[in-house]
């Protein structure tokens, strides 16, 4: 496992493209968010979610943001700052905090909410119902968390060259993997999927569920400003010997996951074998698909 801070490998400039203005807009108008004066953005990181979502609250409303890293609540304030120097400093504070133990009081926000944060806890039911602590009754809860098996498993323009049986291991090296990230207590990456149901177990009201309406799409000549991201991307995973991939970590969750220690082998040189052949159509400026990237927004009202 990696030394550097929480989701460190995942803090890119692409993830400055995940979402498209207006929808997030046309969000904020079916949300009510102009009514709102204070906002929780719990499991923060560097405040990319946050400081979307600022501009869409009441003018002068007041910005809270939790991380457990204090590395990015160190830094968070400095991007935020240097995107909105006009807001009163005394209006938005970033501070360490453990998700399931926040460091703020009861019934206190308009908005609580996260992005890809409930995916990475243990207990993400826990998270929820603290969430629901600090927000007041009647307020809004947004949670956005991915379905991100699909990620691996969605088509791309290598994949229709490829075997039944190819897919099919494929698929059960990621299921195996997302197995056994639950069987270690390192949350659930497609926690999305499971979400509004959580919400109504919680007796929360009013709730909704939406998706996202920007993939992470790939296309010759990758010219936009968003695929030139993610291709910077591509290029620090490719400067590591296995790609994006950990393999001694890959072998325990799908060891944890029940595959059988004699077939890692083989289904790891599989999905090397693919990130490999990816990063050369990309190179020769063939590789083309629409990029997976399920990502839902799921929100109610506190009763
Ligand atoms: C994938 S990042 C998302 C960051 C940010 N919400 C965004 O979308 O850019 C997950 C974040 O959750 C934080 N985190 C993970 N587990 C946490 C916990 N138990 N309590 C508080 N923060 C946590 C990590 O440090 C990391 O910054």
């Not at 399931?100 to 009081?105: E, G, N, R, V």
């Not at 990620?151 to 494929?170: F, G």
């Not at 177990?201 to 992470?216: F, K």
């Amino acid at each position: 496992m990696s030394s550097e801070p929480h989701s460190a490998e995942w803090f890119g400039e692409q993830r400055d493209y995940w979402w498209n203005r207006d929808f997030l807009q046309l969000m904020a108008a079916r949300w009510q968010l102009s009514a709102a004066g204070s906002l929780a953005d719990i499991g923060c990181g560097l405040g990319h979610w946050s400081r979307l979502l600022y501009p869409l609250l009441r003018p002068g409303a007041r910005l809270v943001g939790v991380d457990r890293e204090p590395r990015w609540i160190a830094e968070a304030p400095v991007l935020f700052r240097r995107v909105f120097p006009e807001v009163p400093p005394d209006l938005i504070s970033f501070q360490t905090g453990a998700a399931t133990q926040l460091p703020l009081q009861d019934n206190t926000f308009d908005v609580v909410t996260c992005q890809t944060l409930l995916m990475h806890l243990p207990d993400p039911v826990a998270g929820l119902r603290e969430m629901l602590r600090i927000l007041r009754p009647g307020g809004l809860l947004v949670c956005v968390e991915p379905n991100n098996f699909w990620n691996y498993v969605a088509c791309t323009s290598l994949t229709e060259a490829e075997s039944v049986e190819t897919l099919v291991r494929r698929f059960e090296f990621w299921l195996r993997q997302h197995r056994g990230r639950l069987a270690v207590g390192r949350g659930n990456h497609s926690l999305g999927d499971l979400l509004p149901g959580y919400f109504a177990e919680l007796g929360l009201s009013d709730i909704r569920v939406y998706q996202n309406d920007r993939p992470a799409p790939l296309f010759p000549p990758y010219a936009s400003s968003d695929q030139k991201a993610l291709l910077q991307q591509e290029r620090q995973w490719e400067a590591c010997a296995t790609g994006p991939w950990d393999k001694p970590d890959m072998r325990q969750l799908w060891l944890k996951g029940g595959g059988v220690e004699a077939n890692f082998e083989s289904a790891f040189d599989d999905i090397h074998g693919k990130y490999r052949a990816e990063q050369k159509a990309l190179k020769e400026g063939s590789l083309h698909a629409s990029g997976g990237s399920i990502n839902y927004l799921v929100s109610a009202r506190k009763p």
